[in-house]
C-alpha cells in the first residue's frame, strides 16, 4: 500500500481552476497506472497533460519522483520555452528530455491534450527492429499504418530537436522512438494511456511470437485495413474512455485516495 504522501505535499485543490485540477487528477492517476500495469522506468520517463484552460502550459513530474508517488499537486507546471511556471516546494526539478520530448508535442498539436512516454522492454525490442511494430495480432492492427517513427539522435536534451520530433509525429498518435521506447499522445490523459496500453500489448505479443522460431501466421493485407479502419479513434467510440473510471477505482483500491489530493 502507498498512500502517496511520503513527500507531504500541500494540496493544490481549489487554488487552481476546476479543468486543471481535472487534468492533475487524471495525470496523477496515469502514473500510478503506468507502474501498476508494468510500464514506469523508476523516475526515467515523463507523462504530461495540458492545462486545459492554459494551452501554452503543461504539467510534468519532478524528476526524482517515482511514478507510484505521484499526486495530483505534485507537478511542475511549464510553458513551452522551458519555465517552471509553478512548483511543489522540494528540490526536484524539471527533466531535459521530459521538457524537449513533451514541449515538441504542445507546440506542434493544438489537439495534443496529454502524451506518455515509456522505456518498457518490449518497448525498446521493437524501437530496435528494422521491421518496427508488426500487425501480427488484432490488437496491432489498431496500429497498423497509424505509427510514427524517429530515429534516435542521442538523449533528446538539445530544443532544436523539437522541430524533428514534431515534423516524424506529423498527425499521428503513437511513435516509435527508435532505440529508445514508445510515445503515445491523445486527446485526454486517459486515450494517451490506452494508446500506450495497446501499442505496449501490441509489442510484447510481437516479440512473443518471433521468439517462437517457427513461421508467422501473416494476415491478409485486406483485414488488416478492415481491422485498422474498425479501430480509428471515433468508428466504434473513442478508446480510453469507457474504462477510465474504472481504472481510477482500480487505483484508489491499490493506493487508497491520497493521490488524488
Ligand atoms: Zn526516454
Request: with cysteine.
Amino acid at each position: 500500500m502507498n498512500d502517496g504522501m511520503g513527500l507531504a505535499i500541500p494540496s493544490l485543490r481549489g487554488q487552481v481552476s476546476a479543468a486543471e485540477w481535472q487534468a492533475r487528477v487524471d495525470l496523477a492517476a496515469c502514473y500510478r497506472l503506468c507502474e501498476m500495469f508494468g510500464m514506469s522506468d523508476m523516475i526515467y520517463t515523463h507523462i504530461s497533460a495540458r492545462v486545459p484552460d492554459e494551452p501554452g502550459h503543461f504539467l510534468l513530474n519532478c524528476h526524482g519522483m517515482l511514478f507510484g508517488e505521484m499526486t495530483a499537486s505534485g507537478f511542475l507546471k511549464v510553458d513551452l520555452d522551458g519555465n517552471v511556471v509553478s512548483k511543489p516546494a522540494f528540490d526536484y526539478g524539471l527533466h531535459p528530455a521530459g521538457f524537449v520530448i513533451h514541449s515538441a508535442i504542445y507546440r506542434a498539436r493544438p489537439d495534443a491534450m496529454a502524451a506518455m512516454h515509456t522505456h518498457t522492454i518490449a518497448g525498446m525490442a521493437v524501437s530496435a527492429l528494422k521491421c518496427g511494430l508488426l500487425p501480427l495480432t488484432q490488437t496491432a492492427t489498431r496500429f497498423h499504418g497509424r505509427v510514427a517513427y524517429h530515429d534516435f539522435n542521442g538523449p533528446e536534451r538539445d530544443p532544436a530537436e523539437r522541430d524533428l520530433i514534431a515534423r516524424n509525429l506529423g498527425q499521428h498518435h503513437c511513435m516509435v522512438l527508435r532505440n529508445h521506447g514508445l510515445l503515445t499522445v491523445g486527446p485526454s490523459v486517459a486515450e494517451a494511456f490506452n494508446f500506450m496500453y495497446g501499442m505496449e500489448r501490441s509489442c510484447q505479443a510481437q516479440l512473443a511470437a518471433m521468439a517462437c522460431r517457427t513461421p508467422l501466421n501473416v494476415l491478409p493485407q485486406a483485414v488488416v485495413d478492415k481491422a485498422t479502419a474498425l479501430y480509428e479513434p471515433g468508428v466504434i467510440r473513442p478508446y480510453g474512455l469507457l474504462e477510465w473510471a474504472g481504472l481510477l477505482r482500480m487505483v484508489d483500491r491499490r493506493d487508497g485516495t491520497a493521490w488524488r489530493l
